[in-house]
């Protein structure tokens, strides 16, 4: 059984390390599920630098999403599972970069027959669109801003919105980038520059955001949030360009936005396991009706992976760089 081991928080290429080790049955209460696919996160590249929330200890088994097959249960789970697709939970205790992977059965939920690649990137970002739609009640109609929008999340973004009748304004970086966004579903898709903030206020005319959303950190949303209603909210759930975030003092002051983070992970530690399971195979219901589907650039094999690393680290991507498995 092929998989990856951290040795040590660094750079890919001089971190990681792939072994063979033979093939472990599952004690009481686990499942043996043989992977299919495994997705490839900006988080996963940020974690085995050492610079991310979830922090193991090497040598580690990484790689946070993956979906598979069940081929075997031990004692006391029900045999029916074997032979069920499952998706595992990114808990970062179970490296999913692996052939095979044993882990306790509560930490696998099944799914529909659908695109093992769309399915291997269910349990992250899915959700975490999901989720951040969720942190403000809202009503259809009501804006949402949103950086980064031709993200994975960007996208199911603008999809889960456009479901719930929500208008998305969206602010991406190029001009091809654009024009997916808008071809997605986007209401409103800007390209941001040095007149970004007169082009909000062009689009929104007298209208207002009632939520913003911000992975970039740094100055990048600060035209969406001054664009917020009084007492609006904008969430910020990462930082990749590694600079401080945070609201202007005229929008933190005169608008009394409210100004919060969110990470995935702490909904998947402190929600009980029957809400997050249901949560994922409404999500993966959406999947398998094509409403939800994030575009895959490359798949390779777990042998390639300095290939899959450093394309999976390129700005110019238009898709997920996935490790597919025979």
Do not use: C
Not at 44 to 64: N, S
Not at 77 to 92: C, Q
Not at 150 to 170: E, F, H, P
Not at 194 to 205: E, M, S
């Amino acid at each position: 059984m092929k998989h990856l081991v951290l040795t040590q928080f660094g750079n890919p290429e001089d971190s990681l390390q792939l072994t063979d080790s033979p093939e472990a049955a599952p004690t009481a209460g686990q499942v043996a599920v043989r992977l299919e696919a495994a997705a490839i996160n900006p988080s996963d590249l940020l974690l085995i630098r050492g610079r991310y929330l979830a922090h193991p200890t090497p040598p580690a088994t990484v790689g946070a999403e993956g979906v598979g097959i069940v081929t075997a249960a031990g004692p006391d789970v029900d045999p029916e599972i074997v032979g069920k697709r499952v998706i595992l939970l990114p808990t970062y205790e179970f490296g999913t970069w692996s052939e095979q992977v044993v882990l306790p059965a509560d930490h696998v939920v099944e799914v529909p027959d659908a695109d093992p690649q769309q399915l291997a990137m269910l349990s992250i970002n899915p959700p975490t669109a999901h989720l951040l739609l969720d942190r403000v009640p809202l009503k259809p109609g009501d804006w949402v801003g949103q950086t980064a929008a031709n993200s994975a999340v960007g996208r199911l973004v603008v999809a889960l919105a456009k479901r719930r009748g929500l208008k998305t304004l969206n602010v991406v970086r190029r001009d091809d980038a654009a024009e997916e966004i808008r071809a997605a579903g986007g209401d409103v898709v800007l390209v941001s520059g040095p007149d970004l903030n007169d082009q909000i206020r062009q689009a929104l005319g007298d209208q207002e955001l009632s939520l913003v959303l911000d992975p970039l950190g740094g100055t990048h949303a600060a035209g969406l949030v001054d664009a917020l209603k009084f007492g609006g909210t904008a969430v910020t759930y990462g930082s990749l360009t590694g600079a401080p975030t945070g609201p202007t003092s005229a929008a933190l002051f005169a608008k009394e936005v409210v100004f919060t983070g969110f990470w995935l992970g702490n909904w998947y530690s402190t929600r009980p396991r029957h809400e997050v399971a249901e949560t994922l195979r409404h999500l993966a219901g959406l999947v398998a009706d094509g409403t939800l589907s994030v575009p895959v650039e490359a798949t390779y094999h777990l042998d390639e992976y300095a290939k899959a690393f450093a394309h999976a680290e390129t700005t110019q991507r238009g898709g997920k760089v996935l490790f597919t498995f025979d």
